[in-house]
Nanobody, 124 residues
Framework: QVQLAESGGGQVQTGGSMRLSCAAS????????MGWFRQAPGKEREFVAA????????YYADSVKGRFTISRESAKNTVYLQMNSLTPDDTAVYYC?????????????????WGRGTQVTVSS
């Protein structure tokens, strides 16, 4: 069992930056792939970024490529999402997720554990 807790959300103006954190507990973190998803009001949950458990593969949605960076700090059992050049289209609840799989990381169904989410609001 893995417990995930996101933090770092809030409100920022267009063009600003924000860093989200996701602390994992309850299981060996090193063998777990981590992903970030988001869900805006009235829309389906969508993939944002993921990093495989061995750190060898990193994936980004086209909409965030070049602006967002996913990283992990194994010593703290924490994964981060650095978000730069934010726009109102980035407004959503952001969720982190964990899985023992190393592929198909763009699909929500691959993940076994989810955090409760943190709200990110970007104002124009």
């Amino acid at each position: 069992q893995v417990q995930l807790a996101e933090s770092g959300g809030g409100q920022v103006q267009t063009g600003g930056s924000m860093r989200l954190s996701c602390a994992a507990s309850g299981r060996t973190f090193s063998g777990t792939s981590m992903g970030w998803f988001r869900q805006a009001p009235g829309k389906e949950r969508e993939f944002v970024a993921a990093k495989s458990w061995n750190g060898g593969n990193t994936y980004y949605a086209d909409s965030v490529k070049g602006r967002f960076t996913i990283s992990r700090e194994s010593a703290k059992n924490t994964v981060y999402l650095q978000m730069n050049s934010l726009t109102p289209d980035d407004t959503a609840v952001y969720y982190c997720a964990a899985t023992r799989e190393w592929n198909l990381l763009l699909l929500p169904g691959t993940y076994d554990y989810w955090g409760r989410g943190t709200q990110v609001t970007v104002s124009s």
